[in-house]
């Protein structure tokens, strides 16, 4: 079976640190940033490479600050 | 410092999954964090986008948190008096009937003083899609209880929580609305988790779509969280929603092309 590689682009300066898409995230490849933008929110970070281009975590997004790229290598 | 996971090699134009859709603007929401309402702007965007009427839909945008949707949305947009979206939209698409014409609504907007055009549209069987975005809380205003709050539910004005013997029993607008004759489509929905915001762009999608056949209204209510306004964390808020606003207000389809739908 192919592999699946996915990867997440997150526009860190619209994101308002609610933390949902990390709950939404079924590899937990989404967490909390120890610093923060420029509106004084902590970020959402990738702390994995387990990434699957799932999109769980775009779609519940309410801010729509992710971008989903999805590969099979 | 975090560690770098990133793939550039992978971001090319086929292997995009998904990304913020061209209808929404480049504007940064004013909701707060982990609001509902993103995700629901969000998803009507995608319909639109999708079904290819970004020129032939006219949105009306409430009075409450949603205030300022036309700033969100790249479409024709127009601002109603507090409740009367639904009346608005009622002489917009007897103008426009070839237009695709939804109003964007919050409890405290459609439940509570906008109740009146809201049941006299649907009673009239016109022509439109609303939206209702059910929080049970006056959101903008600072937590103050709503037609929609739950018995017990503490608010800024019913500290001890919601006493249903001095303030009256909660309003189930959407149960009401079902048992009129002008609606076609009414159903209930929530944008907590990832299956659920896909089973309601698809209920968005459906009720758009009833607009081609005239039918009447097609009434989609989401079950939101107020974080600010409940006092809770996005995460925390989430877990309360499911455990006491859904009991209340169960998820679902209510009427489906003008049947009532049998549970």
New interface residues.
Partial sequence: MAKV???V?IDIE?C?????CT??CPNE?LAM??QVNSKG?RFV?????D?I?C??C???????V??????KV | MEQNFDLPEIHTPENLVYTKTKVLTDNVMHYCPGCGHGTVHRLIAEVIDEMGIQDQVIGVAPVGCSVLAYNYFDIDMQEAAHGRAPALATGIKRVFPEKFVFTYQGDGDLAAIGTAETIHACNRGENITIIFINNGIYGMTGGQMAPTTLPGMPTSTSPYGRDVKMMGNPLKITELVAMLPGTYFVTRQAVHTPALVRKTKKAIRMAFENQKLNRGVSFVEIVSNCNSGWKLTPVQAIKWLEENMLPFYPLGDLKVNGEMVSK
């Fill in positions: 590689k996915g990867d682009v619209r308002k640190g609610c933390e949902v709950t939404a490849v940033s120890t929110y970070v990738k702390v994995n490479a990434c281009g999109a769980n775009a779609i519940v997004c309410p801010d729509g992710i971008t989903v790229y999805k590969s």
